[in-house]
């Protein structure tokens, strides 16, 4: 795991979060997986109702999962307060329980200020792209240019700062 200081929290930090839309199957299984952090961050995670939230949640902003870098999501002219800073797009009622912990567990990860592993500045990988292109599954792929800049840009800040990053 890779951590960007400049975007983690404060320790102690109560991170509020709030559902911008889903139904109560998909906001109960966002709840309990994001606790899972919870063992592991020394923060707090609330999911209020009203008012102002850091994270703000949607199920249908877009097809993909995806989240700001840790305090990014304070950005308001790249997140305004009323879109979200995280969405779970391809996370339904049916979705296996592996697969909403795969993703609400990474994407919230990012939200504490982690990113990719091989995005970090001291990395140093040969990628085989062709082999890298090939692994995308089809619902994440939106083109090759896309992916060169999620999974080849190695440091968080060559991609500019407050951008989503997605699993």
């Known amino acids: 795991m890779a951590l960007i200081n400049q975007k983690k929290w404060e320790d102690g930090h109560t991170l509020t979060c709030k559902f911008l839309d889903g139904d109560d199957f998909q906001k109960g299984k966002v709840k309990e997986k994001a606790d899972i952090w919870l063992d592991h961050a020394n923060l707090k995670i609330e999911f209020v109702n009203d008012g102002d939230a850091e994270i703000r949640i949607s199920f ?17 002219s790249y997140f305004p307060t009323y879109q979200p800073t995280m969405n779970f797009g391809w996370l339904r009622d049916d979705t296996d329980d592996r697969e909403y912990e795969r993703v609400v567990v990474h994407e919230f990860g990012h939200a504490l200020g982690c990113i990719h592993e091989f995005q970090s500045p001291t990395e140093n990988l040969d990628w085989n792209t062709d ?36 699993t």
């Open 131 to 166: 082999a890298v292109y090939a692994s995308f599954p089809a619902h994440q792929t939106t083109g090759a240019r896309l992916i060169s800049t999620r999974t080849f840009c190695r440091s968080i800040h060559r991609m500019g700062s407050a951008r989503p990053s997605s």
């Open 60 to 76: 249908q902003a877009d097809a993909g999962s995806w989240s700001a870098i840790g305090n990014d999501c304070l950005v308001s």
